[in-house]
């Protein structure tokens, strides 16, 4: 099981950057889910660059649906959706083939496969491959969101401006979810944007952190240990080649309290259990409690920068001096969210039918 | 898979705090690996708790091998290791059956398992469970050292006190792995035990952050994507219920850089391909690239003090107010240690299997 | 995932036949279902030695629960029972170190294990291991029962001896499962029972075939191809040690027919469809249709004879005569039966789980 | 994991019979092994209908390699083979929407998917989904081949006449692998071509049973209890929707021999173990004895034939009767055998793998 994740919903991912196509399998859903390609396209086009804060590589994303829809709804068999490449120009790689860009994993894929892998363009390790798993997870927010469980993720932080916390998440959402650029507070979004049109003017990139929000998930969801939510929703997170930090709740921050201020205190609120406080995230021993999941997820700044870096030739184990040309990201901390929020639905979609069994999503109502 | 981790080794863990045991199966280890009770002892001792930064409960872990050894070396068949329960004093828990304990996973647990959960001492929730977790990552450790691999953990922040970081861990992690309070600096140290006692005076506690390194991975070893070295490393350690939080490399700091200094400048050492700083962690692309492979975990403030607390009884759907009595840790982050050594081992140590064959430990010089 | 089957609700297995213990792990389970040890205990028995017809060492079987049951029913949480070994006679075994049984797993363990697997009475290998795995058996058959679903195991053929077919399984199977030697046909039971003592008379040993018959499993049950019903159930019978064949419906001999004559025509009964015969077993493309589900077995006959054989001793890479001693059984095809029920609870269970949730036991009438 | 296989090496698969496409995605193999579009074509053509005793329906198995290859040779990372559907006339089946074919997947898949999985030609059952599983065997049977493995399938019985057995598996291979219609003896093959010509002019069809031997696989392969050869392969070939029956060595005629007849007696051969019968086909304890593997699969009579039969309209839940038009196969057993040898083969690439490491084929001699 490498490139396949989840239990009893699985997403298996293929694809090189350069290659014939991406795509996904997904496997284990309910039958019966309306399959909205527009919904798919908007999704897409949430990840696609934009700007002049993105490459100028632009993908269609033209998107196929090889099996597992019919007359617009998903059988219950393996969904495979196949992204054609199209707007390739492996002519800019063809210098690199033996020569490490600094913060990329060439060199780790180059010794991992051999020598085999594909280079064209990070290959198997491209960003690229983040397009179907979009797709997939526009099918899979639509699920939730039928059924109350909605889920968004805002810029908490890029190139040192933050943007403001979430306060009332159930009614942000709609409207964060609309946003090319998603911040809650706009004036922070175009601060943002003009520190990394700053960085861009640099031949250098920024980063960020994202926070994201799920709200309506019901208590006792996830499993004690192993496949704790923190666990798989980590698993998936870390996925994403760019990320190198997550965190639940308060995260890094909890652990400076004492207990008397971590532990959220709990009442009855109109018959319902909850916390007054959500320090923990809505996770406690790894199972849901019914309030609000939240997280942030570390994004590093893209590792194509335009400055000249010290690396290595890794077949001649030699150093080198490297200047890249080609198209690349100044950020892609705005890109990335629509990353995590179709990981985040792929989690929840495997947790709830591994819970309430194949059907869930038809019989709940 | 629900309480079972890994691919190539895979453990499985059972148990709850107060019944007859706790205990874990691993599968999958390369037979002829010795295995030294001396050494799985040692380990548990490290886990134990110790002075008056500690709980009363003294659980003697006196565990038994059940099977996957045969004349002081494993089989390859499975080994089950089992630890009986025996200083449980479950009347303690009684009144708390139905009243939740903030931060802990009674509300979850009881929703989870629809009331029929073991909740004496938090059940299959508890720490408890990381006894047996520490006696296979004994073994694991063992494996992992004589084959020039090494690891280990210090208490980076507790209480807001900071350890030093690590120098030159080559050579720090013989003396470190001998500390019952592992700091880097023992004068570090002194301060956070005196913060843990002056919480515990207060009837509270606190939390802290681990800092893990592990040394002499080769390069190549990971996945891309779900199952990077980020991904199932993350998902072992948020398997430990207190941590809510996990860092690579530099973590959430990465993401507040600009690429060009993020991106770790490589050079040619001595014939092999290094980097000249380490701010990925010794991963890219979720592959090792043969630095050491460094993260942070952030492990919040044990959930059980002694302070009055709002909090609800489940089954009334009522609120109460609850004080604890009992026998409580006021910190765990100095015995959470080993056990995240004990969960990198079990990482690494399924990688390499399923990367270098079922033997590779014997093989390998 | 070596000795670990199952999704939804896994089953994992440990131990040596002269080792401390074997055991098995059981993780999925429906929180809430009764454990009652009087049930344990027959079904232990069932399997148990017996008579002449069996060997003489006795295993008392005294079973411990470690985990996962909480005042007497399940907790949801993982479920390990353990059964040690008392009456090991490894003496027995010690000339047989590196001299293969010829039919055993002595030669291919050694090579799989490089010499260190426990060679004691088969050691992983060893029969003793279906003990738990009939101890969690009892659990899972309870389960099924209460939902209206029964099973049940009869010796189809025994040393050329054939019984006769079921014909209202319904009504036979309560009787059938209280049978020692399970039979519909008492007095071919004699005769086969005579045949194994006729058998045993030779110092030689008999073989059978066990035919299973599952009914109430609701249609639309199991899955196109790699999970469809046949293939989880030959995986799991095919795990037992003796077992080289297994057969759906009428299996071997429906590839003589004509389709004609094999497809089973189909009608609608009482509101529900069913076929007029059940050639397929119960099963079309990997899914149950709602009649019963039949299978066979084939098992072979004990591979411990006394009877001289040509074998090797593996070490010294030369030919043996071998002579055994000590006890062993005749035939096992009477106690492998329990086993096979066992192994077919399990598979159910999981499917059941799978499809309808983890409290689909719960919930369904 | 419902429709992927395999633990180190894994096949995923997707599709429908009228859908777009059908594809699998293999993931975990070498990097490194030669992609020859010529050998996928060969076997491919091998699993296509031919002459009057197949369908009509000619796909031409247009297969596209979408990634994972580069260069000529595979990169290790996902490799997705999709094969378009072009032949399809859906038509044919409009009729049949609500009635159920006896012997087929139309009413099981029903139930299971609730009504919305895809009724054309089966859906997701049918056996067009075997073509990209013979596609990924054409790679995994170079493979293994360059390795000193070879393993081929004959038409042990068909429409009630048998050919010959194996008399010498190494050098009766590379013939019959090159043979349209898998047979030994030709002369039989004549016989069971007109046998089946016979029952497709009565508008019937007819089965048969395949016996497959691989040789070359090294002793200690395999695993004790749920990953034995045995249950590994069993489950990969049962995933064939027509095979109801899976034997391993003389299988159900080995249960009826005494023990002194059924183990095979072993002696050492130019230095190496060796029995003298083959009467467990290879197999001890679920591991390899460095004999040859042989097993046999029965395969049911196609059900799709031109007699009226009795089914029902499981809508309306009605009986109807059924009088099939369009094109369909009177046989499949000789066109199933290059399914079985993928699947064998895949089984045993992951084997291996797993045993001896991602890089055994690279490595190995």
Redesign the interface.
């Known amino acids: 099981?490498?490139?396949?994740?989840g239990?009893?919903v699985?997403l298996?991912?293929?694809?090189?950057s350069h290659?014939?196509?991406?795509?996904v399998?997904l496997?284990?859903l309910c039958?019966?889910i309306p399959v909205d390609r527009t919904a798919i396209e908007r999704q897409l086009d949430l990840r696609r660059p934009f700007g002049a804060i993105s490459t100028a590589r632009r993908e269609p994303d033209a998107f196929?649906?090889?099996?597992?829809v019919?007359e617009g709804?998903?059988?219950?068999?393996?969904?495979?959706i196949?992204i054609p490449n199209t707007q390739t120009r492996s002519a800019d790689y063809d210098a690199l083939r033996t020569v490490?860009r600094?913060?990329?994993?060439d060199?780790?894929?180059y010794?991992?496969?051999?020598?085999?892998?594909?280079p064209r363009g990070?290959?198997?390790?491209s960003g690229r491959?983040t397009a179907p798993i979009v797709a997939a997870g526009a099918i899979l927010l639509t699920m939730l969101r039928e059924k109350g469980i909605d889920l968004g993720t805002h810029i908490a932080?890029c190139a040192?401006i933050a943007d403001r916390g979430f306060a009332d998440p159930a009614h942000e959402l709609p409207l964060l979810n609309e946003k090319r650029f998603a911040v809650l507070d706009d004036a922070a979004g175009e601060a943002m944007q003009a520190a990394i049109l700053a960085?861009a003017a640099?031949g250098?990139?920024?980063?960020?952190?994202l926070e994201t929000v799920v709200t309506g998930v019901p208590?006792?969801?996830?499993?004690?240990?192993?496949?704790?939510v923190?666990?798989?929703l980590?698993?998936?997170l870390?996925?994403i080649?760019a990320?190198?930090?997550?965190?639940?709740?308060?995260?890094?921050a909890?652990?400076?309290?004492?207990?008397?201020a971590?532990?959220?205190?709990?009442?009855?609120d109109a018959?319902r259990?909850v916390?007054?406080t959500n320090r923990?995230?809505g996770?406690?021993?790894?199972?849901?409690?019914?309030m609000p999941i939240l997280f942030?997820t570390?994004?590093?700044?893209?590792?194509?920068?335009f400055?000249s870096?010290?690396?290595?030739d890794?077949v001649k184990?030699?150093?080198r001096v490297l200047s890249l040309s080609g198209r690349h990201d100044p950020a892609i901390v705005h890109r990335a969210r629509v990353v995590i929020d179709s990981m985040t639905a792929l989690v929840l979609v495997d947790l709830l039918t591994?819970?309430?069994?194949?059907?869930?999503w038809?019989e709940r109502k």
């Not at 600094?102 to 994993?105: D, F, R, V």
């Open positions: 099981m490498k490139n396949t994740i239990n009893a699985t298996t991912l293929f694809g090189e290659g014939a196509a991406t795509g399998v496997d284990g039958p019966g196929e649906i090889l099996s597992g019919y709804k998903t059988t219950g068999t393996p969904l495979c196949s490490a600094p913060g990329h994993a060199y780790t894929g010794v991992k496969y051999h020598g085999f892998a594909d990070g290959g198997h390790f491959l932080r040192g960085a640099d250098d990139s920024v980063g960020g952190v208590a006792g969801v996830g499993e004690p240990w192993f496949d704790s923190e666990s798989v980590s698993r998936a870390f996925a080649p990320v190198k930090g997550v965190e639940f709740g308060d995260g890094f909890i652990s400076e309290l004492r207990g008397s971590a532990n959220d205190p709990m009442t009855v018959g259990v916390t007054l923990n995230g996770i406690n021993g790894g199972i849901t409690n019914g942030r570390a994004v590093k700044p893209t590792p194509s920068i400055k870096q010290d690396t290595v890794f184990n030699e150093p591994g819970r309430y069994g194949t059907d869930w038809k």
